[in-house]
């Protein structure tokens, strides 16, 4: 359980894994540990392209909501904006690619990590989205639209629908759909052709492609999150958090629970 490294093969390749059960909806903490090990392994000289990779059911199911109820005051809100903010910008300001292994469900916070990755290889049971509506908070709208168009965006963000792992790949955002049990393999495929490149050149493309990206990302989404916590100091968060459970299953496809308790997603 958490966060861990691996290096499956000796060809520059670094996987990062994530493993929160039972949905990887993480705690504030456990953003903080995935942002260290992205940035470490990105750090690492003899590594040249990084895969994000999970345990369990889905990819990311955003923050464990059950942690921002346990305190009565807002330093685990405030603790999970910041996590979620740095895990997002440790994928994007990676020194070298990071190609992400999305499988199952991809919410909130998931929605952060994706949109920053170099790169995404879906499994054909994966399904991206942003049900932050539905969890009385705001955020990631800025990585979202990294993977659909505008307005498309605007309309899964307003009604916390999902989108399909096929659907992105249409849109260009997924670079390919596999069985859920060929996914690490064809991600692990990706990464094994950009690490095969220079180690210099490709940390510099890396920075150069950065460079010329028309959003800044981490200011964009330190923006929405002012939102989210406004959203909470008015009280609007908790009156909708409070119907979480009743609202549970209400649009197909976009809400995680598990019965020990802990749900996600809001980044």
């Known amino acids: ?6 290096s499956p093969e000796s060809t520059g390749i670094s996987v990062v894994t ?30 040249r392209c990084v895969v994000l990779a999970a345990e369990g059911r889905g990819f990311n199911a955003g923050v464990d909501i059950k942690e921002l109820r346990r305190d009565a005051g807002h330093t ?13 910008a440790a994928v994007y300001e990676c020194e070298v690619p990071v190609v992400a292994a999305v499988g199952g469900y991809c919410l909130g916070g998931g929605i952060g990590l994706a949109g920053n990755a170099d790169a995404i290889v879906a ?34 963000y307003y009604t916390s629908r999902t989108a399909t792992a096929a659907e992105l790949h249409a849109h260009g955002s ?9 996914l690490l393999g064809e991600a692990l495929a990706l990464a ?30 330190r923006f929405e999150q002012g939102f989210t916590f406004e959203a909470n100091l008015s009280g ?6 409070n119907t979480f459970g009743s609202t549970t299953g209400r649009t197909t496809g976009h809400t995680v629970s598990d019965t020990s308790g802990q749900e996600g997603s809001r980044p």
Request: with cysteine.
């Open 1 to 6: 359980m958490g966060v861990s490294t691996s």
């Open 192 to 221: 094994r052709e950009i690490a095969g490149k220079d180690g210099t050149l490709i940390r510099l493309a890396k920075a150069a492609i950065n460079g010329i990206d028309p959003v800044d990302v981490r200011r964009s989404y």
């Open 174 to 182: 997924v670079w390919k759909v596999v069985p859920r049990a060929e």
């Open 236 to 241: 609007i968060a908790d009156r909708v958090r």
């Open 123 to 156: 499994s054909d049971d994966a399904t991206f989205g942003l049900p932050e509506l539905d969890r009385g908070a705001l955020g990631a709208a800025t990585h979202l639209a990294r993977l659909v168009p505008q307005h498309l965006m605007r309309a899964l």
């Open 76 to 88: 685990a809100l405030v603790g999970a904006n910041r996590g979620c903010a740095e895990a997002f």
């Open 18 to 47: 994530v493993d929160f059960p039972p949905v990887n909806a993480l705690p504030v903490q456990g953003w903080y540990d995935l942002a260290h090990a992205v940035r470490a392994v990105g750090r690492d000289p003899a590594v």
